[in-house]
T-cell receptor, first 112, second 118 residues
Framework: GENVEQHPSTLSVQEGDSAVIKCTYS??????FPWYKQELGKGPQLIID?????GEKKDQRIAVTLNKTAKHFSLHITETQPEDSAVYFC???????????FGAGTRLFVKA | GAVVSQHPSWVICKSGTSVKIECRSL??????MFWYRQFPKQSLMLMAT?????????EQGVEKDKFLINHASLTLSTLTVTSAHPEDSSFYIC??????????????FGPGTRLTVL
């Protein structure tokens, strides 16, 4: 079945450094890729998404890139802050009501 | 926009009792709602998918008679854990998808419900 692999599972960075989380999807028909941030004891919150007709999208300190040929997409967080510490999930789906497949999550620690 | 609420945020119950968790989309009509279970430091495990007015579709290994899902309206879905036991203790999270434009493709999550069964 469809699968999304996410790496690394844990990432520790110093405040101010950049963090990169990478995902690979198996369903070549996937065309929508959201990213979620989950803080401890809370539900996941959408932070950015990208569609397959775009190669890159940026929103302040976060950006997402997509390589459809390689079926890779990545989340980039620049100038990390302690409040960025959380679990981040990538996901892939096809638009039109299909199931969303989530990665296993990356636990990001930003050290002050 | 796209706010999803859950109630209660936490619940403690005795073994053998049933617990109902509500999930509401506050500012959009959710044609599809999802229920997830999450164990500590683990990923999201999809339990079931429900479309308004239809029976829920359960993932393999999820007992439909134990986890009753009702999606009676475009803004409300409920999950009832029947005859709860300690092994049902977990963090349950709902999400909703629907609405117009981009909202149709994105799942918006509720804040989760922490269930503890004694």
């Amino acid at each position: 079945g469809e699968n999304v692999e996410q790496h690394p599972s844990t990432l520790s960075v110093q405040e101010g450094d950049s963090a990169v989380i990478k995902c690979t999807y198996s369903d070549s028909a996937s065309n929508y890729f959201p990213w979620y941030k989950q803080e401890l004891g809370k539900g996941p919150q959408l932070i950015i998404d990208i569609r397959s007709n775009v190669g890159e999208k940026k929103d302040q300190r976060i950006a997402v890139t997509l390589n459809k040929t390689a079926k890779h997409f990545s989340l980039h967080i620049t100038e990390t802050q302690p409040e960025d510490s959380a679990v981040y999930f990538c996901a892939a789906s096809r638009t039109g009501g299909f199931k969303t497949i989530f990665g296993a999550g990356t636990r990001l620690f930003v050290k002050a | 926009g796209a706010v999803v609420s859950q109630h209660p945020s936490w619940v403690i119950c005795k073994s053998g009792t049933s617990v109902k968790i509500e999930c509401r989309s506050l500012d959009f009509q959710a044609t599809t709602m999802f229920w997830y279970r999450q164990f500590p430091k683990q990923s999201l495990m999809l339990m079931a998918t429900s479309n308004e007015g239809s029976k829920a579709t359960y993932e393999q290994g999820v007992e439909k008679d134990k986890f009753l899902i009702n999606h009676a309206s475009l803004t409300l879905s409920t999950l009832t854990v029947t005859s709860a036991h300690p092994e049902d203790s977990s963090f349950y999270i709902c999400s909703a998808r629907g609405g117009q434009g981009a909202l149709r493709d994105t799942q918006y999550f509720g804040p989760g419900t922490r269930l503890t069964v004694l």
